[in-house]
């Protein structure tokens, strides 16, 4: 890359031009053969700042207010991106291609096929390696529009923190991505329009399944803050006991009925209890994975699963590898 590469932005909302025009000063070295770009510390909107020439479609002509999406072909093997002024949801197009990484303090390995989604908060810099040249749509949202959104549906944004997703998988969010990349092509008002609805489902998402909520808030229709916290703590603290940890046993122990219960917390939570429960327990197995040489079977086994198998299937189905895989690429 050349010297200093500016972007102008013609978009409103929440991406004023202000905050848009960012200089960015990088060089490209060579490490061992490979192709890294280094670039100097600074804060920067998205990445179109310092990787241009990698731009396949970009929504910023097409006045977007609350969302930009990027369509990027990388070819770079290597390198570093300082912290971001938005959240960055990045979805894998095609093909897949093996990836190291480092986001914030928490560093990762893994496969990504094409779908597989990562979640990059605000404010965290970034420092990739691949093997292969990446094919991915970047999704970038305004921290204030997210509070914006967050408030809308009686979450005390204040209180949330996102946090950081690699190689997961969401078909919702998918789905949602792909809508827009369609939108991409279009430059008429009604897929404006279309695209900025997309982006509020978009933030819902984001604060709803990748957020933490340390209070929230009573929901139109959800559970009162209390018992929410009550019932998140009573299926952390019983994950291993998968006789235990049943959503009626989780409903008494806040004293709600069993239907009242379910679908109270779905729509706290964006997301039902049973899918909750399966994603801490893979979330739990994920770090014994990672930190323990305990057997994959006892693993399954504390993380409240029926059978190795049954973990297994869950954990490829979520994760897109099996333990195995997934433990061997650490």
């Known amino acids: 890359m050349g010297s200093a590469a500016t972007v102008r932005s013609e978009q409103s909302g ?27 510390p600074t804060v920067v909107s998205d990445l179109s700042l310092i990787y241009p020439e990698a731009v396949v479609a970009s929504s910023q002509p097409l006045g977007w207010q609350n969302l930009r999406a990027l369509e990027m072909r990388q070819t770079i093997s290597e390198w570093t991106m300082p912290p971001l002024e938005n959240h960055c949801i990045v979805i894998q197009l095609g093909p897949a291609v093996d990836v190291t990484a480092r986001i914030g303090d928490e560093n990762f390995e893994q496969s990504l096929e094409p779908g597989a989604i990562i979640v990059v908060p605000a404010g965290l810099s970034v420092d990739w390696q691949q093997d292969t040249p990446s094919h991915t749509l970047h999704l970038y949202l305004d921290p204030q529009f997210l509070r914006t959104t967050a408030e809308s549906i009686d979450v005390d944004y204040g209180q949330v923190s996102i946090a950081t997703q690699f190689g997961i998988r969401d078909e919702h969010l998918h789905h949602i991505g792909m809508s827009l990349r369609h ?46 916290r009550k019932a998140i703590e009573f299926i952390n603290d019983n994950l291993d006991q998968e006789q235990t940890v049943t959503l009626g046993a989780v409903a008494e122990a806040v004293q709600m009925s069993y239907f ?24 739990r197995a994920k770090k014994m994975l990672s930190d323990t040489d305990l057997p994959i079977a006892d693993i399954a086994l504390r993380a409240g699963f029926a059978s190795q198998s049954h973990f297994t299937t869950t954990f490829r189905k979520l994760v897109w590898t099996t333990p195995k895989a997934f433990r061997d690429r650490l």
């Not at 991406?15 to 061992?32: E, H, L």
């Open 183 to 228: 939108e991409l092509k279009d430059s008429n008002v009604i897929g404006r329009l279309y695209a900025d609805s997309l982006a509020k489902v978009l933030a819902m998402q984001l604060v709803r399944r990748y957020s933490y909520l340390k209070v929230l808030q009573t929901s139109r229709g959800g559970m009162a803050p209390r018992k929410l």
């Open 14 to 40: 929440y991406f004023p031009p202000s905050a848009a025009i960012r200089p960015v000063t990088g060089r490209t070295a060579k490490f061992g053969g490979r192709q890294r770009l280094a670039i100097a």
């Open 260 to 283: 009242h219960f379910s679908r109270a917390f779905k729509q706290s939570m964006g997301i039902s209890p049973n899918a909750y429960m399966t994603e801490q327990r893979i979330a």
